[in-house]
């Protein structure tokens, strides 16, 4: 007897698990056809092939994979297989398995590294701007040196005072200022002398 994928309820496949596909024809409806012919002739996986042997059509590996384990007993039951078709069946199913949690761990893999790389990426971008900030503070620490700079010079020569020989003490709120000698003590500034504000 003949079940609807051409195999054959409780006995061997005519052809044995190697042998020509003959199943395929009674499959199809057609006349006698090859293996090769049957799948399309295209490059098959090792589980398309090992379905092929069986007789099985190509989607039916997804099946054997996929199926739950209910599912799947009631798939091989229904298919009655013998237990040399069974060991095929289970190679089949134990491969497709390591296949899909050998593709999973790659996918993880690769969202790892998807992961690793935008975090690299945003490290890099914080970097330049930082970089680019310290460049711009640096640029306006010379732009405010040179303005003191100019400042103190003038406040030296409006009140004629020697630089070499004096130095600006300024307030505490940094808007009074004294000239003072370079060698004179703390000890010895007097409290208000040549103190000015800082316009």
């Not at 590294?113 to 970097?127: G, M, T």
């Amino acid at each position: 007897m003949i079940n609807r994928h051409g195999g054959y309820y409780g006995q061997h496949h005519p052809a044995g698990l190697g042998g020509q596909a003959t199943s395929a024809a009674a499959y199809l409806g057609q006349g006698p056809v090859s293996p090769a012919a049957y799948w399309g002739h295209q490059q098959r996986t090792k589980n398309e092939q090992l379905a092929e042997s069986l007789g099985l059509p190509k989607e039916d590996v997804d099946k054997i994979v996929n199926l739950p384990m209910d599912e799947f007993s009631t798939y091989v039951m229904y298919h009655n297989f013998t237990e040399e078709q069974m060991n095929v069946i289970r190679d089949i199913r134990r491969r497709g398995k390591n296949l899909v949690a050998a593709h999973k761990c790659r996918r993880r893999k690769l969202d790892e590294v998807e992961q690793l790389q935008e975090r690299l990426e945003k490290a890099q971008n914080k970097f330049l701007r930082l970089k680019h900030e310290d460049k711009n503070l640096k640029r306006e620490e010379e732009r405010l040196k040179l303005q003191l700079q100019e400042a103190e010079n003038y406040a030296f020569m409006i009140h004629n005072t020697d630089p070499s020989k004096h130095r600006i003490d300024y307030g505490p709120e940094g808007n009074t200022f004294r000239l003072i000698p370079k060698d004179a003590c703390k000890e010895n500034i007097q409290g208000n002398d040549m103190l000015h504000n800082i316009s």
